[in-house]
């Protein structure tokens, strides 16, 4: 995933400044993993659904180093999606096309999450498979297809909206989420499927603040970083 260096349209470049030839957008990141940052690299990874939280997945992915990124989305931005979305300043343009711009390399799919698109779907091409999708039925058939992912590297989003305190957002068994509708309609909906394994969520059992799907970017981007997060200390345990 090279970026293009010097260019002003890119604002996230792999390359060396011209100030300082041995530092590139990766320094600050391998200071921190040292070694362990080659690990990163060879990694193929895939996002499902890149609105409020899959675009804030990606954004932490794709800056720590990830080398092989696929997004999967059918939208378009609108204007409704300007106070979470990273990209939806392009109102009217393909989520998955705008993204690809803002981060050279990654690999766009732009496709509806159904169970034509999942029937040829091989989650075992794939290292880690990130689920930030929102409709449930289509979660629970994502679901299916990695049920023979090792836990952690299939991991899914439950309910981000209505929500304002990032530090009630928490990680566990998708059978130990709580407090959370959304949550609780997708374990019922796995159950009526006869679904049996095991995956990681990341939700929040926050009282919701209102009625409509009101969306505040410091929850939702946290889901979102918090997923990244999980996904870079997997590859490191």
Not at 47 to 64: E, K, Q
Not at 116 to 138: N, Q, R
Not at 224 to 230: D, P
């Amino acid at each position: 995933m090279q970026g293009k260096a010097n260019d002003p349209k890119n604002p996230i470049k792999d390359n060396a400044t011209e100030q300082n030839p041995t530092e590139d957008r990766f320094t600050r990141t391998r200071f921190l993993f040292g070694q362990d940052f080659e690990r990163f690299r060879d990694k193929r990874l895939i996002i499902f659904g890149v609105g409020g939280v899959g675009g804030f997945a990606l954004d932490c992915l794709y800056r720590t180093g990830i080398g092989h990124i696929s997004i999967v989305d059918k939208d378009i931005f609108d204007i409704t999606n300007q106070n979470r979305q990273i990209g939806s300043h392009r109102v009217g343009e393909s989520k998955v096309m705008v993204l690809s711009e803002i981060y050279p390399g990654i690999t766009p799919i732009q496709k509806r999450v159904d169970d034509d698109f999942l029937k040829d779907f091989d989650c075992t091409a794939y290292d880690y498979v990130i689920d930030a999708i929102d409709d449930i039925p289509a979660k629970v058939a994502l679901a299916k297809k990695c049920a023979s992912m090792p836990y952690g590297s299939y991991i899914s989003s439950t309910g981000s909206a209505k929500k304002l305190n990032p530090l009630e957002i928490k990680v566990d068994s998708v059978w130990k989420s709580y407090g959370d509708k959304f949550a609780r309609k997708f374990r019922e909906l796995l159950k009526k499927e006869g679904f049996c394994g095991d995956f990681k969520v990341i939700f929040s059992p926050e009282n919701p603040k209102c009625k409509p799907l009101g969306s505040f970017s410091a929850v939702t981007g946290s889901f979102g970083l918090q997923m990244g997060s999980e996904v870079i200390r997997d590859i490191l345990r």
